[in-house]
């Protein structure tokens, strides 16, 4: 019987007729040459893979982002539930569905995370980096609060750049005490608090806020880059010193790490080195979340892109 369910509620044999959002989707051809739609589906509670088997439209790509309701049932495969899709469409302008059900959102106090931020912001001492942040958080503050921190990877929910950027700033200040005859606070404050301020223009949003695509500028430019190019443009306007600015864009183009990780340069001073390995530490603990959730304790996940391996999730 078929019963509206969450994705969290989800379990083999499952069968399921609801709303959901269109997390992302890509046609493509099986080995004896039939149409199939590969998916994710998405609501506040999680994601789950789905097949559309036999199906070549009109549901696809171009709907990515959007509330479709579906019918299907859960299997397993390679250790991840997956749905079998037997029915999908695009929601109806008319039909009536609660949004806060569906749009996953960061597990957090959005205001108060906001509000400790900017308290991180104002204990940065060197007077020059705390005004460059104080500008880019007055322009861009907004964007801050509620996009996406990525596509699919880590973080891919409402508020989750400024979840991803606090749980950074914690980090960097007790990484700053612990290592203080090394590392400049205020430093690696300013790159922590700004490191991925160009994901407001890396990427495109639906309606819902969730992130549907990499914008043209994300693709031929990167959140790094265009971050960094902020960065520049205001030191320049604030008169700040131009070592302070080198010092402080190398710290955004660098926080990849390696350029076959995106990175523009590799980090070349301490700061730097750190902004990258704590970007590196809560990125992948986000993976894990967000994977292991999906794992039945004492085994192991499917092979995970980002990771580039499986996970085991003990009891």
């Known amino acids: 019987m078929y019963s509206d369910l969450r994705v969290a509620e989800m379990v083999v044999g499952s069968e399921f007729e609801g709303y959901y959002v269109l997390k992302a989707a890509a046609g493509k051809t099986s080995n004896n040459g039939r149409p199939y739609l590969t998916a ?22 171009k709907d990515e982002g959007k509330v479709v309701k579906v019918r299907g049932s859960v299997s397993e495969y390679r250790g991840s539930l997956q749905a079998t ?23 957090i106090d959005a205001k108060a995370a906001y509000e400790e931020l900017m308290e991180y912001v104002a204990s940065i001492e ?3 980096y705390r005004r460059v942040c104080e500008e880019i958080y007055s322009k861009h503050g907004d ?10 990877v880590h973080h891919s ?31 690696l404050l300013a790159g922590t608090c700004l490191h991925d301020m160009g994901k407001e223009w890396e990427f495109e949003f639906s309606e819902l806020g969730l992130v549907t695509e990499y914008s043209v500028k994300g693709q031929l430019l990167g959140h790094l880059v ?7 443009e205001v030191c320049r306007r604030l008169g700040v010193p131009e070592k302070k600015e080198v010092l402080l864009t190398h710290m955004l183009l660098s926080h990849h790490g390696d350029p076959e990780l995106g990175a523009a340069v590799r980090p070349m001073c301490a700061e730097a080195e750190l902004l ?15 994977n292991l959730r999906n794992v039945a304790p004492d085994s ?8 580039e391996k499986r996970i085991y999730r003990h009891n």
Not at 300 to 306: D, K, L, T
């Open 157 to 187: 929910f409402l508020n989750g750049l400024l979840m991803h950027t606090l749980n950074m700033a914690r980090q960097a200040d007790f990484l700053a005490e612990l290592y203080a005859e090394t590392v400049d606070r205020s430093l």
């Open 143 to 152: 964007k801050l609060r509620t996009i996406p921190a990525g596509k699919s």
């Open 300 to 307: 192991f996940s499917g092979r995970i892109f980002a990771l």
């Open 276 to 290: 990258s390995l704590i970007d590196m530490i809560d990125s992948r603990m986000e993976i894990y979340e967000e």
């Open 226 to 232: 265009m971050g960094a190019g902020e960065v520049a």
């Open 85 to 107: 899709v037997e029915r999908i469409r695009t929601a109806g302008e008319n039909e009536e569905f609660d949004i806060s059900d569906l749009v996953p959102t960061a597990p």
């Open 126 to 128: 060197d007077v020059d």
């Open 40 to 61: 994710t589906l998405s609501d506040c509670t999680g994601d789950i893979d789905a097949k559309v088997w036999d199906y070549s439209g009109p549901v696809g790509q």
